[in-house]
């Protein structure tokens, strides 16, 4: 599930009070503080906020995987809506057996509901069963005992109440109810009347029985009677829709596939459909009438992602159709139940809207999901990482091959900062047992902090090994579940390679490498030498094994070099005929790590003109703009108003506040150029700004007339301010 909207208007910069000179940490603070600064005017969600709260040292808590009994094969669902009252009345039909061990009794989860009948279906036989409830659980006697190669079916008729439900009583919090009408009794004008459901975590026995856990995986049919006018959307395919002659019509819907419970989902409204398709796979768009117009502007990437991470993983897109819906008042970002992706309602965009944020990173996470959760989902919730981790890097992968490297280390940076901004994050393992409360695994550790990792381990295997192996795993455990160590059994057994290594200090350990990297040339000796620290306390994280390529740069050439850091400080020396121009350590920039160096001005200077990344280039920018009054910052600051990515230019921009007022003047036309036609809303925007504070003094009439032609969001709001 994706619980925030990862765009740079949203990121939130933590104060601190440390050195800055040649800080990385620091860097990617400042870098955050000016993207929120330049995009003020972006369209703000407000969600559920993500927070990182870590059980206590010595905690005793202990997570384990849910002990599997009973195994349900198909639930039947047969529902009608009762909108005065807000009931969901139902009738389940549960087929199941034992999982290993015989039964005679079967708990089910089932919250606040009022039981009507228990039954045991025998042929054409209903026989009643005895069962006990608490509110929470349903305990049915089955009357007799079941081996595990029984099947049993039981049904279940009963009254649903979500909005009954008592926090702390029926369910753990607000956002736990599971089934959610938008203005039922019509009592806000201009809001449809829609219903929805959220299964994650364990939220759907709210509104039908069933065990609330990743491992149970099940198949499913789900009828649901609803008013005329009013479409539904379910998981799978709908088989037939039925006009009951009485201005209500029953929509049938159809999973062959197996999945786990809470990807399990319904929703329905006043809904436009927009028909797309992939190869032979419907795909679909569910929008409200206002903005079903732009339902193609929005979702239209989608068949061609579909495309590219089947080609990509080798694994074909498993299920049997991909619908998006946008809903009202949904308590998340997204949520990928399987087929059937719930979108919350900013996803309602108008062309000049989507001119600032598109939101493809939304889009290609949940589809991501479906590989990653849905065809292999995490086994417990401690390894909810092979969810969401992989869905976070799924946007990352998405970025790389639509937009190019330098757009997706963009969207790779933004994610470590948020880990590294957010408040005991260091604290938490990735994969944790520890947890007080599951809900607390839905982190930036699980998303940012896991997806950096999964980009390390790429980096550390190679390209070919890396996809092979998830090619492996997911071929291997499709339909099924899985934990940490099939991940790493996969990447084994195609690398040839021991990886404990690599997953224990990244995914089961907490923390991050504090590096501090210095460097100098013996010119008697002709020798380079560079020196690194590992200063993170050890107490609470590990002394990392970093493998790490490093670039010489002399006289217009690269020489790169393989070294491994794995211990507390070392030095490593290379032979140089003469002084490098540049020492680039960790050129590949792929470490999830704060690291200190003592470069100079010059040294930053050359790392933005000649080292080939995004990243090389905007954090030389950063540390340049910390040192406005040096010979070489100002030219590099105007230079950087031409670079090929959007934000680096868009930094640049902004940063002219801080030269002297020669260098302002000489650059005063290619602002007023960026204003009228940078490709990208925010740096046009970022440019009126700085028009409008740093050259008020100057004649800009001309050129803030013809911004007013602009409808970007973000541009609008930079010309009213």
């Not at 092979?468 to 040839?496: C, M, P, Q, W």
């Amino acid at each position: 599930m994706y619980y925030c909207i990862a765009h740079e208007s949203l990121i939130t910069v933590k104060k601190q009070i440390v050195p800055m000179k040649n800080s990385l940490l620091m860097l990617c603070s400042l870098m955050a503080a000016l993207l929120l600064g330049s995009c003020s005017s972006t369209k703000k969600v407000t969600l559920d906020p993500i927070s990182v709260h870590g059980a206590r040292q010595g905690s005793q808590i202990y997570q384990a995987s849910y002990t599997r009994l009973t195994d349900i094969i198909h639930t039947s669902l047969d529902l009608k809506l009762d909108w005065d009252s807000a009931y969901v009345m139902g009738r389940a039909t549960i087929e199941a057996k034992p999982y290993n061990s015989p039964l005679s009794e079967v708990v089910l989860d089932a919250k606040g509901f009022r039981i009507n009948q228990v039954s045991l279906i025998e042929g054409y036989d209903n026989k009643p069963l005895k069962y006990t409830y608490n509110k929470r659980k349903l305990t049915i006697n089955l009357g007799e005992k079941y081996t595990e190669r029984q099947k049993f079916k039981i049904q279940i008729d009963y009254v649903a109440m979500p909005e009954k439900l008592k926090i702390g009583t029926d369910i753990d919090g607000p956002g736990s109810k599971g089934f959610y009408f938008v203005n039922r009794d019509n009592s806000e004008p201009g809001k449809p009347r829609q219903f929805w459901t959220q299964g994650e975590t364990q939220n759907n026995s709210c509104w039908f029985p069933t065990i609330d856990d990743p491992q149970e995986k099940m198949t499913q049919d789900i009828s649901i009677t609803l008013p005329e006018g009013m479409v539904s959307l379910s998981n799978g395919l709908l088989d037939f829709s039925t006009d009951n002659g009485d201005g209500t019509h029953t929509d049938s819907w159809r999973q062959e596939l197996p999945h786990s419970t809470y990807l399990t989902m319904l929703a329905g409204g006043d809904f436009r459909i927009a028909k797309d398709s992939w190869r032979d796979k419907e795909v679909s768009y569910y929008m409200e009438p206002k903005f079903a117009d732009h339902a193609k502007l929005i979702f239209g990437k989608t068949p061609e992602m579909m495309e590219f991470f089947s080609n990509k993983l080798k694994v074909e897109y498993p299920w049997e159709k991909y619908a998006q819906i946008v809903l009202r008042d949904f308590t998340g970002g997204a949520m990928e139940n399987t087929s059937a992706t719930t979108f919350f309602e900013g996803m309602n965009m108008t062309p000049a809207e989507y001119l600032d944020e598109n939101h493809e990173d939304i889009i290609s996470h949940e589809l991501f999901h479906h590989w990653f959760g849905n065809l292999v989902t995490s086994e417990s919730w401690s390894n909810l990482p092979l969810n969401e981790s992989f869905a976070t890097y799924g946007e990352y992968l998405w970025n790389e091959h639509k937009y190019g490297r330098d757009e997706a280390d963009y969207k790779g940076w933004n994610d470590a900062n948020a880990y590294f901004n957010t408040d005991q994050a260091k604290q938490a393992d990735v994969i944790r047992f520890n947890y007080p409360d599951r809900e607390q695994m839905f982190d930036v550790v699980s998303y940012q902090k896991g997806g950096r990792i999964l980009h390390m381990l790429r980096k550390t295997v190679g390209d070919e090994a890396f996809f092979e192996s998830l090619t492996l795993y997911l071929k291997r455990h499709s339909y099924k579940t899985a934990e940490i160590h099939d991940l790493r059994l996969a990447f084994e057994e195609v690398t040839g390679k021991d990886l404990n290594w690599f997953f224990n200090q990244w995914f089961l350990a907490s923390g991050n490498p504090e590096l501090e990297v210095s460097n100098h040339y013996d010119a008697t000796a002709k020798k380079a030498i560079l020196t690194v620290k590992q200063t993170q306390s050890l107490s609470t994280a590990p002394l990392y094994r970093l493998p790490v390529s490093i670039d010489f740069y002399v006289n217009g050439k690269v020489e790169r070099k393989q070294v491994m850091v794995d211990k507390a400080e070392q030095s490593f020396s290379f032979d140089m005929p003469q002084e490098p121009q540049l020492i680039n350590f960790d050129a590949e920039k792929y470490l999830l790590a704060t690291r200190k160096e003592n470069k100079t001005v010059a040294q930053y200077a050359v790392q933005y003109q000649q080292a080939p990344l995004f990243l090389d280039r905007m954090e030389a920018l950063l540390a340049i703009t910390k040192q406005p009054g040096d010979k070489l910052s100002a030219p590099l600051i105007i230079s950087a108003m031409n670079d090929k990515h959007w934000a680096i230019r868009r930094l640049a921009v902004k940063s002219l506040s801080l030269v002297n007022k020669e260098a302002q003047a000489a650059a005063h036309d290619k602002v007023k150029d960026l204003a009228l036609n940078d490709a990208r809303s925010y740096v046009r925007a970022s440019a009126i700004n700085v028009l409008r504070k740093v050259y008020k003094a100057e004649r800009n009439d001309k050129t803030l007339s013809k911004a007013q032609q602009d409808v970007s969001p973000s541009v609008v709001k930079a010309l009213s301010e």
